[in-house]
């Protein structure tokens, strides 16, 4: 419908259905106006797989949704680095939107991990914001190429569960803007999603949901977001603040009390009637996006998308560890021990929740495989040693000539909702593993887990396999990756450290009361492992193959250019090995050196490539402005320090394979703002106004020191030591050398303040 349309529609509408529009009709319907043809229309959790309620409802994943299929929670789709096969993901999602009448599906869900703990970590990507933002981006693309809308959520700086509805979440703007705020840029920016869902939380003490500078200023004014903003379900606080802020729709309903809340501000003046006309105009736009474009043709077909849940699966699962005993050979004996492995946990509880129409386990998979033997191990309704399921999982590894452990974190350990308490797994879990490895040497460990787990036996296990928490396929795609059918090719889109303590997070999260302060800032992940040198248990974008891949003819379009250029990197990778396989080429970006505090490396871009043994491709990058810059408070915008920089292609965050330098030369000069606290160093920087204060402080302050004489009080100062002292000296520290005649005072300092301003056109 055209814009005019939807004027003529809003202003045929009286005051009241107007503010009714703004509320949800149920909990998953926005509120029709039959007599002028508005339809509801419905939205529905996912993002994982369609969580569609049509009795009891809830935000909790509590009761009965259709039955559906479950694709790999977003902690794996990350680690697939596939931006292609997450649109496809998408696709199939869409179309099961259309099969179903849903309108939006509520995600992707693209908050920073910036603890291990943040109990929804399992929906969430990375702790990286571009690999986290083109994840989401790639999702968006494809389900929105369906005519189905999408949710980005939850803005802004929701990264915990603890006090989630109370508490804020406290950071300085360029630790937002690189981090937090670009996990949704990119996809906001790209993408276009149909709408954007703000969080429950506080940024510095304003609720996300009346927190105009976010909704308006940023996403709509700077970053071009065109669809409507709903809130969390409950996140409203204020209904006509928030109105006001950029919150179009309140989710679910608010039985009509805040609707109420809306015509009455605009019959006492205190809500312009304008502003709540252009939250509709928004909403409507969105709802008859989707009318207009239904496709009524499609049919949800649940054992095809399945497969399509397994294909992304075996994208999902991460080789983290293999001395030589991956893959497996069919035919030897293989004893699968775990609950998990004929029961997976593949997916998070919470809104999430899917109703899986079925379930692939490990030992589904292996049906046909008589030389695979089983043992439960252990239970996880609680963390009790089951004597009895111990030892008889310790003899059936003994009679095997390997043994894969299906371990991983029970639902209890982690949920929307809360977070966890600590980074461990199981101790019966844990004992498990140790015992097995104790009667054999051939051990492979698989994990069930939306975030990382400490693996205090590592050294005893010669493989570890990372399966996060795979969808409702997810056995088929193990069984598959275990016994060589297929490559593995993911990547970790977060660190392991070794320990909870490591974490940057560690000292500040959950916080204190209802203020949370993320005081490490841009630190986050591998930015702060890397610049602190620490050892990791698994660095950012590690990830193991059955072939070898090596990098070749590393190439700049130039090695000099400005800041308003782009630069094309290519370089070549080979299949060198046996197997066909994809590979993630990972492209970081380092400033030499800044005189901002910046980590070592940031990754900028990445490409998966698929290459069968002995093939070659040349993969090729394009970098802006953007790869390069920091965000600069003072000027409110990105930057760049003219200075060299590192193009470094890696494996890993952790195995750089071939590194290359620019010289990029900024086309901004910051501005020099002077106050009498400027000092002599930071004013020197510009020879003009060095020159202005010397000639201003010439016969009362000596800047060019002298080595002090024989017997001299001064013998003990160094040439090197002067020049530091002054280098260090603000110009009001000026007031007072020489003598009362030739002496500076305070108005002169002034005065020259303001000529050195001046000079700047400040
Ligand atoms: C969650 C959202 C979800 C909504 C609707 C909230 O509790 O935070 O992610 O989309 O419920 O179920």
């Given at each position: 419908m055209t814009l005019e349309k939807i004027r003529q529609l809003v202003a045929e509408m009286t005051l009241e259905e107007k503010a009714s529009m703004c509320s949800g009709a149920d909990f998953w319907h926005t509120e029709p106006v039959e007599r002028l043809g508005i339809p509801a229309s419905m939205v529905s959790d996912g993002p994982h797989g369609l969580r569609k309620q049509d009795d009891k409802a809830d935000h909790l994943g509590v009761n009965e949704s259709i039955k559906a299929v479950c694709f790999p929670a977003g902690c794996g789709t990350a680690a697939s680095f596939n931006r292609e096969l997450l649109t496809e993901m998408g696709e199939v999602l869409g179309n099961e939107c259309q099969a179903e009448g849903v309108s939006v599906i509520l995600g992707p869900a693209v908050n920073i991990k910036r603890s291990p703990l943040c109990g929804r970590n399992f929906e969430y990507y990375s702790e990286d914001p571009v690999l986290a933002s083109q994840t989401a981006g790639a999702l968006v693309k494809g389900i929105q190429s369906k005519n189905v809308g999408t949710s980005i959520k939850h803005f802004l700086g929701n990264n915990q569960e603890t006090r989630r509805m109370s508490v804020s979440a406290e950071m300085d703007e360029r630790t937002l803007r690189e981090i937090y705020l670009a996990a949704f840029e990119g996809a906001v920016r790209e993408q276009k999603p149909w709408t954007v869902m703000c969080s429950y939380n506080k940024i510095n003490g304003v609720y996300a949901a009346e927190n105009r500078k976010y909704l308006t200023d940023v996403l709509r004014d700077e970053w071009g977001f065109d669809g409507y903003v709903m809130s969390d379900w409950g996140a409203v606080n204020d209904r006509v603040a928030d109105l006001k802020a950029g919150l179009e729709l309140e989710m679910p309903s608010s039985g009509g009390s805040n609707d109420r809340l809306i015509v009455e501000a605009v019959k006492e003046g205190t809500l312009e009637e304008s502003v709540l006309d252009r939250a509709v105009e928004r909403i409507l736009n969105i709802v008859f996006r989707y009318a207009e474009n239904r496709d009524t043709e499609a049919v949800f077909d649940r054992d095809k998308d399945h497969e399509t849940a397994r294909k992304v699966a075996e994208e999902t699962i991460v080789l983290l560890k293999n001395d030589g005993i991956l893959p497996l050979q069919e035919g030897k004996k293989i004893a699968f021990i775990g609950k998990y492995a004929k029961e997976p946990r593949y997916q998070g509880g919470g809104s999430s929740h899917i109703n899986s129409h079925k379930v692939t386990s490990a030992m589904d998979a292996a049906a046909g495989n008589p030389s695979v033997s089983y043992a439960q191990g252990f239970r996880d309704e609680e963390d009790r040693i089951d004597g009895a399921l111990l030892a008889e999982a310790v003899e059936c590894a003994k009679q095997a000539e390997a043994a894969v452990i299906f371990a991983g974190l029970p639902d209890a350990f982690e949920s929307e909702g809360f977070d966890r308490k600590h980074m461990r797994m199981p101790e019966c879990q844990n004992e498990l593993i140790r015992q097995v490895a104790a009667v054999q040497p051939n051990v492979v460990v698989v994990l069930h887990n939306g975030s990382p787990v400490e693996m205090p036996w590592i050294d005893s296990v010669k493989g570890v396999v990372e399966a996060y928490l795979g969808g409702q396929a997810v056995g088929g795609a193990e069984y598959d990756i275990l016994f060589g059918k297929v490559n593995p090719s993911a990547k970790l889109p977060e660190t392991f450290p070794v320990k909870l303590e490591d974490n940057p997070s560690y000292l500040n999260f959950p916080g204190e009361g209802n203020t949370v302060e993320y005081k490490e800032g841009i630190f986050v992940g591998y930015r702060y492992y890397d610049k602190k040198r620490m050892e990791v248990l698994f660095p950012f974008g590690h990830g193991l193959s059955y072939t070898e891949y090596t990098y070749s003819n590393l190439k700049l379009s130039t090695g000099c250019m400005k800041d308003t250029d782009s630069l094309t990197v290519s370089v070549d990778v080979t299949n060198s090995g046996k197997m066909a396989g994809k590979e993630i080429v990972q492209l970081y970006v380092g400033d030499k050196e800044s005189s901002v505090i910046r980590p070592v490396k940031e990754l900028k871009d990445f490409a998966k490539v698929e290459l069968e043994p002995g093939e070659t491709k040349t993969v090729t990058f394009v970098l802006s402005k953007r790869a390069f810059a920091y965000y600069n408070v003072q000027i409110k915008d990105w930057h760049v320090e003219s200075g060299t920089f590192e193009i470094m292609i890696g494996k890993s965050s952790r195995d750089i394979v071939l590194t290359q330098t620019v010289t990029v030369e900024s086309t901004v000069r910051l501005p020099m703002v002077y106050t009498t606290d400027s000092i002599m160093e930071d004013i020197f920087k510009n020879p003009e106004a060095k020159a202005m204060v010397m000639e201003a402080m010439a016969g009362s302050v000596n800047f060019a020191p002298e080595e002090a004489g024989?017997?001299?009080?001064?013998?003990?100062?160094?040439v090197e030591m002067q020049e530091a002292m002054m280098r260090y000296m603000p110009l009001r520290g000026a007031v007072g050398f020489g003598s009362v005649e030739t002496g500076i005072t305070m108005e002169d300092v002034k005065a020259l303040v303001e000529k050195l301003n001046a000079l700047e056109g400040a």
């Amino acid at each position: 419908m055209t814009l005019e349309k939807i004027r003529q529609l809003v202003a045929e509408m009286t005051l009241e259905e107007k503010a009714s529009m703004c509320s949800g009709a149920d909990f998953w319907h926005t509120e029709p106006v039959e007599r002028l043809g508005i339809p509801a229309s419905m939205v529905s959790d996912g993002p994982h797989g369609l969580r569609k309620q049509d009795d009891k409802a809830d935000h909790l994943g509590v009761n009965e949704s259709i039955k559906a299929v479950c694709f790999p929670a977003g902690c794996g789709t990350a680690a697939s680095f596939n931006r292609e096969l997450l649109t496809e993901m998408g696709e199939v999602l869409g179309n099961e939107c259309q099969a179903e009448g849903v309108s939006v599906i509520l995600g992707p869900a693209v908050n920073i991990k910036r603890s291990p703990l943040c109990g929804r970590n399992f929906e969430y990507y990375s702790e990286d914001p571009v690999l986290a933002s083109q994840t989401a981006g790639a999702l968006v693309k494809g389900i929105q190429s369906k005519n189905v809308g999408t949710s980005i959520k939850h803005f802004l700086g929701n990264n915990q569960e603890t006090r989630r509805m109370s508490v804020s979440a406290e950071m300085d703007e360029r630790t937002l803007r690189e981090i937090y705020l670009a996990a949704f840029e990119g996809a906001v920016r790209e993408q276009k999603p149909w709408t954007v869902m703000c969080s429950y939380n506080k940024i510095n003490g304003v609720y996300a949901a009346e927190n105009r500078k976010y909704l308006t200023d940023v996403l709509r004014d700077e970053w071009g977001f065109d669809g409507y903003v709903m809130s969390d379900w409950g996140a409203v606080n204020d209904r006509v603040a928030d109105l006001k802020a950029g919150l179009e729709l309140e989710m679910p309903s608010s039985g009509g009390s805040n609707d109420r809340l809306i015509v009455e501000a605009v019959k006492e003046g205190t809500l312009e009637e304008s502003v709540l006309d252009r939250a509709v105009e928004r909403i409507l736009n969105i709802v008859f996006r989707y009318a207009e474009n239904r496709d009524t043709e499609a049919v949800f077909d649940r054992d095809k998308d399945h497969e399509t849940a397994r294909k992304v699966a075996e994208e999902t699962i991460v080789l983290l560890k293999n001395d030589g005993i991956l893959p497996l050979q069919e035919g030897k004996k293989i004893a699968f021990i775990g609950k998990y492995a004929k029961e997976p946990r593949y997916q998070g509880g919470g809104s999430s929740h899917i109703n899986s129409h079925k379930v692939t386990s490990a030992m589904d998979a292996a049906a046909g495989n008589p030389s695979v033997s089983y043992a439960q191990g252990f239970r996880d309704e609680e963390d009790r040693i089951d004597g009895a399921l111990l030892a008889e999982a310790v003899e059936c590894a003994k009679q095997a000539e390997a043994a894969v452990i299906f371990a991983g974190l029970p639902d209890a350990f982690e949920s929307e909702g809360f977070d966890r308490k600590h980074m461990r797994m199981p101790e019966c879990q844990n004992e498990l593993i140790r015992q097995v490895a104790a009667v054999q040497p051939n051990v492979v460990v698989v994990l069930h887990n939306g975030s990382p787990v400490e693996m205090p036996w590592i050294d005893s296990v010669k493989g570890v396999v990372e399966a996060y928490l795979g969808g409702q396929a997810v056995g088929g795609a193990e069984y598959d990756i275990l016994f060589g059918k297929v490559n593995p090719s993911a990547k970790l889109p977060e660190t392991f450290p070794v320990k909870l303590e490591d974490n940057p997070s560690y000292l500040n999260f959950p916080g204190e009361g209802n203020t949370v302060e993320y005081k490490e800032g841009i630190f986050v992940g591998y930015r702060y492992y890397d610049k602190k040198r620490m050892e990791v248990l698994f660095p950012f974008g590690h990830g193991l193959s059955y072939t070898e891949y090596t990098y070749s003819n590393l190439k700049l379009s130039t090695g000099c250019m400005k800041d308003t250029d782009s630069l094309t990197v290519s370089v070549d990778v080979t299949n060198s090995g046996k197997m066909a396989g994809k590979e993630i080429v990972q492209l970081y970006v380092g400033d030499k050196e800044s005189s901002v505090i910046r980590p070592v490396k940031e990754l900028k871009d990445f490409a998966k490539v698929e290459l069968e043994p002995g093939e070659t491709k040349t993969v090729t990058f394009v970098l802006s402005k953007r790869a390069f810059a920091y965000y600069n408070v003072q000027i409110k915008d990105w930057h760049v320090e003219s200075g060299t920089f590192e193009i470094m292609i890696g494996k890993s965050s952790r195995d750089i394979v071939l590194t290359q330098t620019v010289t990029v030369e900024s086309t901004v000069r910051l501005p020099m703002v002077y106050t009498t606290d400027s000092i002599m160093e930071d004013i020197f920087k510009n020879p003009e106004a060095k020159a202005m204060v010397m000639e201003a402080m010439a016969g009362s302050v000596n800047f060019a020191p002298e080595e002090a004489g024989e017997g001299s009080g001064a013998e003990a100062i160094s040439v090197e030591m002067q020049e530091a002292m002054m280098r260090y000296m603000p110009l009001r520290g000026a007031v007072g050398f020489g003598s009362v005649e030739t002496g500076i005072t305070m108005e002169d300092v002034k005065a020259l303040v303001e000529k050195l301003n001046a000079l700047e056109g400040a």
